[in-house]
């Protein structure tokens, strides 16, 4: 690395007194709002800790690709000739032009646009131009594409770190595997595959989504005009997150945070446990009930079980920093400046490798398609108008202090278990202040980012 | 052929034959020996258009819904080109109840994506009508520019709209509406206003 003069030289740790910034009860604007907080969280977040880059269903074969990014930093995820996955940096050695303007494809070669260097998918150096023009013969590897060093799968979801001090990828998912886990086994083989998207944006810092990923406490404020809506035909209103109404702390649905900035918000208590439970709360969708009496009268009984494939599933499960596992969506954040944010909403499918569901798949997936628009479309945009206006309203440069102490200090309410992890009602705002903790220790570190080429 | 449920209560039309004719009516329908050059028809069907853009323009979403077959699509894919939508999220596919869902979620005050309402003003041009694949069907294309006032400024969503218009007693009405956002596979800011 360069060796920087001046104030950056000190990194994220030396920008702030980091302990003043985030406290028990409380942290301040500045964390939503700062340009040199935002610069230093792509080193100390985005490069240091395991981020989610892609599933494994986007890059089928070999040569496949998506484009993506690692923070602000633009990355070709690639299964490259030989099978193995690669996150490259989108960036030509030569003068630094991205290789690849694609959002997908299958490539065995890059070439770039700008002057003509090719590259071959594992990201060595393959030819340059009129290569007699150089003095070197090209066989340094620092010519090779730069790469994330680490990449690793679970289950299908793709991760990288540029941060060799980081545990391994198992390690820093923890606890957090054990829902993601129950969150694939509910489908058939214990897979999904991902599709298109619901991809939206907001005017807003990321944390304010990641805030959000959790938060029992917003539901039947923020989303009010999506339970009325989905509520105005149903015969006794328990459609969707109805269940958040009345008293929501009193039902059996919990938070749970599990470490790393991971954590868990699991609804399936509030549903009866029962096949076709999960179905019969789901709100109205597009044919649905064609395909339920269709499926009702083919499969009899065993129908229920495959009508849940196409109800939400009402778990939120958040791996920080942007991966968000809620209904049947993978949901991406995606930073785009200090209050700028992508957040993609990826359906899922089901896949039926055993052949189990027939010729009964595409119809479900048909309906399991219907069903995943709902929320972006009835409740996502009106969460996203309310990020937009916590950014208009951190404007006030006096006013300092955001809040997240729901749930603090009330004696018996959260509880923590041998494992660490922490549990409180629906509406706590635990994980938002166990999270930001991470956070503030991941910003007080220093952490030695790489990269890597072929050799 | 009319299914004996109401569309606006119960969902039983959006079948897979249903999906299947769907698809194959929306694929390579814009083509020149297809193209009707008739100047009252394309008169009829700009009329129809201009006036669908004036209705949602004064929100008035009744006047709007009741342009619609009862048993119609509102469909904004996620794809160039539409793909297809029993394997792929749309932005929208909404049947009639949807539409109803979408209009009274915006009635109940509390769509806080749209307090204040958003100001718009849409521009039809461009507009061309070919034969469908059915009789008593046309296809209309035609290119919209949707300029949307909200209080942090103006911005503008551009366009095409493929619409399936079927005459039944006498009247046009649209079965289908297919709006091709030129970003439909980009994030998008605040997607709630009914395109």
Known sequence: ?455 | MQSVHDPSLVSHYVSDAFYRELIDAFKDWQRDDRAILDVHERERFRALIEREARLLDRLDFDAWLAMYAPECIYWVPTMPGGGDPRREIAIAFDDRRRMEDRIYRLRTGYAWSQAPVSRTVRMISNVEVFAAAFPARRMVRSNFLISEFRPDGVRFLSGWCGHRVVERAGRWEIEVRQVNLIDCDQNLRNPSIIF
């Open chain 1, 1 to 455: 690395m360069l060796k920087v003069l001046g104030a950056s030289a000190t990194g994220a740790a030396g920008l702030y007194d980091w302990d003043e910034l985030i406290q028990e009860d409380r942290v301040h604007r500045l964390i939503y709002t700062d340009p040199a907080i935002f610069a230093a969280e792509l080193t100390n977040i985005w490069g240091a800790v395991w981020v989610y880059l892609g599933h494994e269903s986007q890059i089928p074969n070999n040569n496949d690709f998506i484009t993506t990014k690692l923070g602000l930093r633009p990355i070709i995820l690639i299964r490259d000739a030989a099978g193995t996955i690669r996150a490259l940096f989108n960036r030509c050695s030569h003068r630094g032009t991205t290789l690849c303007r694609k959002e997908r494809g299958n490539a065995h070669l890059f070439t770039c646009p700008y002057h003509g260097w090719s590259y071959l998918s594992t990201g060595k150096l393959r030819a340059v131009p009129w290569p007699d023009g150089y003095a070197c013969d090209f066989k340094d590897a620092k010519f090779n594409l730069a790469q994330v060093p680490r990449v690793d799968s679970y289950r299908g979801f793709v991760f990288g770190t540029l941060n060799p001090q980081a545990p391994s990828l198992i390690e820093y998912l923890g606890g957090i595997t054990g829902p993601i886990d129950e969150w694939l086994d509910r489908n058939p083989g214990g897979k999904v595959e991902v599709c298109e998207a619901n991809r939206l944006k907001f005017k807003g810092n990321w944390k304010l989504a990641y805030d959000n990923s959790g938060d029992g406490y917003h539901v039947v404020f923020s989303h009010r005009s999506l339970l009325e809506m989905e509520n105005r035909l149903a015969d006794e209103a328990n459609k969707g997150m109805s269940y958040y109404r009345g008293s929501p702390d009193a039902k059996p649905m919990y938070m749970r945070y599990t470490g790393n900035g991971h954590h868990f918000k699991d609804k399936r208590p509030n549903i009866d446990k029962r096949a076709g439970g999960l179905w019969a709360v789901e709100g109205a969708a597009p044919g649905g009930e064609h395909i339920e009496a269709k499926l009702r009268g083919r499969f009899g009984a065993k129908a229920d079980d495959i009508l849940d494939l196409a109800g939400s599933e009402p778990v939120n499960i958040n791996v920080f920093p942007n991966l968000s596992l809620l209904g049947n969506h993978i949901q991406v954040f995606e930073p785009v400046s200090v209050e700028e944010t992508n957040v993609t909403w990826y359906g899922t499918r089901v896949v039926d490798a055993e052949g189990t569901l027939g010729d009964a798949l595409d119809e479900i997936n048909a309906l399991r398609m219907r069903t995943q628009e709902q929320f972006p479309n009835f409740g996502e945009v009106d969460d996203l108008a309310n990020f937009e206006e916590i950014q208009r309203g951190l404007a006030c440069l006096e006013d300092e202090w955001v809040y997240m102490h729901r749930g603090l200090g009330i004696p018996g309410r959260v509880k923590t278990d041998a494992k660490g992890e922490i549990t409180a009602p629906a509406t706590d705002e635990a994980f938002m202040r166990e999270y930001i903790k991470e956070w503030k220790r991941l910003m007080q570190a220093s952490p030695k980012l790489t990269v890597q080429r072929e050799p």
